[in-house]
T-cell receptor, first 117, second 117 residues
């Protein structure tokens, strides 16, 4: 009964390189959220995806960041040409299909800690 | 405008005492949800408790209870009989947005709770 899985747990990149973060949702969950946590801050929403669809990317930086959730396989958050300011913890959460306005718990993964040198 | 405000950056409490962590929120929605998460030093996000805006009773989960005062827009977390293992960061969060049922969470800045033996 695996929960939300994220890998890698720790990722070190040099400035200018690309970072790929992967998230496998809980079994039966078709909705994925990505959040970023800067040091000593709360989590900030980045993007919400369903399978093969980006539903809300209002929290995504306009450049260098992209996300996908293909029909098969994990969700990927991709950061191109990383800069030091991208150093943060990136959390993925998954949920079942939301039912109207009722509560649908988001289960969080353990996060990926990205360090940009 | 900040939607979730946690005014206590840090709190120190003696073991076995009760502790209240403050959270105020701002929304014009009639339907919303409020969450508390715990983040220990290991970094994972642990769901503690949920309160829906239409719930008439305050939510309780074991030693956790949520003091929900709708008119004041506050949702304070109360931990009874604190334990050393309660030392962690605590985040208040609000569900907002209903784009196709999207339930992205908005987090506060967090309160670092330290339990002293």
């Amino acid at each position: 009964n695996a929960g939300v899985m994220q890998n890698p747990r720790h990722l070190v990149r040099r400035r200018g390189q690309e970072a790929r973060l992967r998230c496998s949702p809980m079994k039966g969950h078709s909705h994925v959220y990505w959040y970023r946590q800067l040091p000593e801050e709360g989590l900030k929403f980045m993007v919400y995806l369903q399978k093969e669809n980006i539903i809300d990317e209002s929290g995504m930086p306009k450049e260098r960041f992209s996300a996908e959730f293909p029909k098969e396989g994990p969700s990927i958050l991709r950061i191109q040409q990383v800069v030091r300011g991208d150093s943060a913890a990136y959390f993925c959460a998954s949920s079942q299909r939301p039912q109207g306005v009722t509560y649908n718990e988001q289960f969080f993964g353990p996060g990926t800690r990205l360090t940009v040198l | 405008a900040q939607k979730i405000t946690q005014t206590q950056p840090g709190m120190f409490v003696q073991e076995k005492e009760a502790v209240t962590l403050d959270c105020t929120y701002d929304t014009s929605d009639q339907s919303y949800g409020l969450f508390w998460y715990k983040q220990p030093s290991s970094g994972e996000m642990i769901f503690l408790i949920y309160q829906g805006s239409y719930d008439e009773q305050n939510a309780t989960e074991g030693r956790y209870s949520l003091n929900f005062q709708k008119a004041r827009k506050s949702a304070n977390l109360v931990i009874s009989a604190s334990q050393l293992g309660d030392s962690a960061m605590y985040f208040c969060a609000m569900r907002e947005g209903r784009i196709q049922g999207a339930q992205k969470l908005v987090f506060g800045q967090g309160t670092r709770l330290t339990i002293n033996p």
